[in-house]
């Protein structure tokens, strides 16, 4: 992950972070330009899932599937003992 220094836009190194949670997060950074030397904080926060993930694969499965109408479900097993 590449930071820029907010002041003049050169490169920044992340010193250390501070974790809130798995999806949060306190960067604290300093430009690496000498005569800038700015130090600063930014935030690292989860947004959204693009793609989910193949670990919860079944997980999801289960879930749509218990909130299925029966007729669903019943559609839903006939189409997959065609495969």
Known sequence: MRVSCSQCGEKARIG???WFSRTSADLYCS?????????????????HTLSPSAKNTNELVM???????LDQ???LHSQLSLI
């Open 16 to 18: 250390k972070t501070n």
């Open 31 to 47: 430009c690496t330009d000498a005569e800038c030397g700015h130090t600063f904080v930014m935030s690292l926060g989860f947004s």
């Open 63 to 69: 879930a749509l599937v218990k909130v299925m109408s």
């Open 73 to 75: 479900a019943k559609q």
